[in-house]
């Protein structure tokens, strides 16, 4: 398993929603917690473009990071 940092800003929410139950700090908690999933996924996905064991994994992982950057078709290699 791997570590995952966070900001301090979302620890400290994520303590308050736990510990205290103060749930008015949920919003933002999902919303971070969403982009930082969102970065994993895409550095995932630009790893995986660059060192996936066939050329079809990497083609295929490569396309799918640059949908997802949002990179147009004329755009690309």
Same mark, same amino acid.
């Given at each position: 398993m791997r570590n995952v940092q966070?900001?301090?800003e979302?620890?400290?929410q994520l303590l308050r929603f736990h510990l205290m139950e103060? @749930?008015?700090c949920e919003k @933002?908690?999902?919303q971070e917690? @969403?982009?930082?999933?969102g970065r994993m996924v895409?550095?995932?996905?630009?790893g995986k473009s660059k060192t996936a064991s066939t050329e079809e994994e990497r @083609?295929?992982?490569r396309k799918e990071y640059l949908d997802r950057r949002g990179v147009s078709e004329k755009f690309r290699w």
């Open positions: 966070i900001s301090q979302l620890f400290m103060d @749930e008015s @933002e908690i999902k917690l @969403e982009k930082k999933m895409m550095r995932d996905l630009f @083609e295929q992982a």
